[in-house]
DNA sequence: AATAATAGAGTTACAATATAACATCGCCGC
DNA sequence: GCGGCGATGTTATATTGTAACTCTATTATT
């Protein structure tokens, strides 16, 4: 199994797109195998539309740029494939703003820390482990169990951050 | 202004909840008065339901337990109310459950770190700064603007962790 | 190869969550 | 009183997410 830890300031770095998306593909392959589960044609699908850039899609904008090929447009078919690339740890859902977002990580299952830009919309992820073991450790001191963790931010990326800098000074 | 800084396990161990909500209601009052905003009768009564008890309610649920004497059931209205109430800092929204829960904190404008038990609903707030700054000084690394956080987490609460245990052990 | 078991795909319908747009009301300062 | 403005009331609609059921494809078993 791959486990090349991905740079968090990838998306906001220029970088040669294509291999950073077919290595995901590769990566998403594998891990299928490795556990059994078939990446089929529709998951494939999804997860490709994801994989184009480094921004997070709602479901019903995959489902406006899938290939339905004849057959209804449902969104079903897209929630089902989310559903389980992210059991896959394939894909985050970005829960600030209903939507997912493609994991360019190359590690086992793992939660996430996402940064996301509300201007352009670009997502960065951080495998930061500390705030994780923090959430956990304020949970045990109250008897919490933690089963899931949602750790987002909403802001500007860098280079909006310059552009509304210059507007609003 | 009150500045009180509740237990963060307060909803978790018995208390006098009715003392517990009119404070948090006269919270409410003062910091709208403070900030000359009007604390209306519809923002009033959405506060008083969530206010019930320290579960998150959707607002939907909100909209069915609201007396609308004789207008029309808008969900309009609700979303409205929880929107001026949260810009105030007087209720949360709970994403990881499209839900919305009474803030008990009763300190000045705040973000929130929430664990959210998902056998009984009940939601516990840290004030934990140390996790928000931690994601703060994360951002700052890669240069990114934070303007909001979302900080959550998914569990059982002691309670529902023993019960749980006990059947599945 | 025939067959049973199961995971996934396809389809229809619908539930749940959230917002747009616009008219009207009521408070506050003048 | 009146003008401005924030809040309410109303209707309609957009967006996001599931239920329920059938059918097909893949895999395991014989």
């Known amino acids: 199994m791959t486990q090349i830890a991905a740079d968090p300031s990838l998306p906001l770095s220029p970088h040669d797109h294509r291999s950073c998306a077919s290595d995901a593909l590769a990566h998403a392959e594998a891990v299928c195998e490795s556990r059994n589960k078939r990446f089929t044609e529709n ?13 997070a899609l709602g479901a019903y904008e995959i489902l406006r740029r899938f290939d339905w090929g004849g057959r209804s447009r449902a969104p079903v078919q897209v929630y089902r494939a989310l559903d389980f690339l992210e059991s896959m740890g394939l894909v985050h859902r ?16 793992h939660g996430a820390v996402l940064f ?21 450790k304020l949970a045990r001191q109250s008897g919490f169990t933690i089963h899931s963790q ?8 860098p280079s909006c951050a310059r552009a509304a800098e210059a507007v609003d000074p």
């Open 43 to 55: 998951r494939r699908a999804v997860l490709k539309l994801l994989l184009d850039d480094h921004r």
């Open 94 to 109: 970005v829960a600030s703003s209903n939507a997912y977002v493609a994991c360019y990580r190359l590690a086992e299952r």
């Open 116 to 136: 996301v830009c509300e201007t352009c919309g670009v997502v960065m992820e951080c495998g930061e482990l500390n705030l994780q073991s923090m959430m956990d």
């Open 150 to 157: 949602l750790l987002e931010a909403v802001g500007h990326c």
